[in-house]
């Protein structure tokens, strides 16, 4: 069985300086992993979180995913504390079509993927951060089980019975002997670390899992030397809700309405250089 796997893709992501191209390039990049489930002939795609951003996410964004995933290839969706599920979502917004399944539960919940092969789904419903959905789970199907799923994994999958865990929300890609996390596909912030995209999993009949990294990203079709203008040098949101002198530093300049975007991204980068650490 082939699945391609992605996750922490961030749609409507804010970003500093150059948002329209950053978030079109975020859509872009979607689409190409769709290309690539079809063109690999993929049994099934698989989405381990934070598709999109929830507080962010605008109309024209869900009417985007429902396209994007209009494919004759079964599209899993597993929702991640930044796009989770509940009433305002997308995931209930959008008439998906057939191929389109979402996992809406808080607790781990079975899909036949193929004779002998079960997916392992659950959903953030709530807010707050990424949870271990894992921790406290124990399968109880026979044959090869997988699971979909965003957060942190347990100190060792195999005690939960599970043959490989495909998980989101941890940006760093990390290829584990029972786990796999994909990374972002595209990138969110400079100096990002491991080869991260769309990733090939073959899992063979013993329940083990072989990977291939395709590099998706349409964000790296950009001019490398217009990166520095378009990407920020820190994810200021994450620094935003620190409660630190620099996290009210960046609350303060993303609120003066004085300030126009490139000026911002500057005052920014420079306050925080001066700030490190505090």
């Known amino acids: 069985m082939k699945l391609l796997l992605f996750a922490d893709l961030h749609l409507d992501t804010r970003f500093p300086s150059a948002g329209p191209v950053r978030r079109k390039a975020l859509r872009d990049t979607l689409e190409r992993i769709v290309d690539l489930a079809q063109e690999s002939d993929v049994d099934a795609v698989l989405c381990a979180g934070d598709l999109y951003e929830q507080d962010r996410c605008s109309p024209s964004t869900a009417s985007f995913l429902r396209s994007a995933f209009d494919c004759p290839v079964p599209v899993f969706l597993a929702p991640g504390n930044a796009d989770r599920y509940g009433p305002r979502?997308?995931?209930?917004?959008?008439?998906?079509?057939?191929?389109?399944?979402?996992?809406?539960?808080?607790?781990?919940?079975?899909?036949?993927?193929?004779?002998?092969?079960?997916?392992?789904?659950?959903?953030?419903?709530?807010?707050g951060p990424a949870r271990d959905v894992l921790d406290g789970f124990a399968v109880t199907r026979g044959g090869v089980n997988l699971a979909l799923c965003h957060g942190s994994p347990p100190g060792d999958v195999a005690i939960t019975g599970l043959d490989h865990?495909?998980?989101?929300?941890?940006?760093?890609?990390e290829h584990?002997?029972?786990?796999?996390?994909?990374?972002?596909?595209?990138?969110?912030?400079?100096g990002e670390t491991g080869e991260r995209g769309a990733v090939l999993c073959t899992v063979n009949e013993d329940g083990s899992v072989s990977r291939?990294?395709?590099?998706?990203?349409?964000?790296?079709?950009?001019?490398?030397?217009?990166?520095?203008?378009?990407?920020?040098?820190?994810?200021?949101?994450?620094v935003a809700a620190e409660r630190t002198v620099r996290g009210q530093f960046v609350r303060d300049v993303l609120a003066d309405p004085s300030l126009e975007t490139t000026l911002r991204g500057r005052v920014l980068a420079t306050g925080l250089r001066a700030l490190e650490g505090r």
């Open 165 to 173: 865990a495909f998980l989101g929300h941890v940006h760093t890609p």
């Open 212 to 238: 291939e990294v395709v590099d998706v990203s349409a964000s790296r079709d950009l001019d490398w030397l217009d990166r520095e203008k378009a990407f920020p040098l820190l994810d200021f949101d994450s």
């Open 89 to 127: 979502s997308v995931y209930q917004q959008v008439d998906w079509t057939p191929n389109v399944h979402v996992f809406s539960s808080g607790e781990l919940s079975p899909v036949e993927l193929a004779d002998g092969v079960t997916l392992w789904g659950a959903a953030h419903v709530g807010p």
């Open 176 to 190: 584990a002997a029972r786990y796999t996390f994909p990374g972002n596909p595209d990138p969110l912030t400079p």
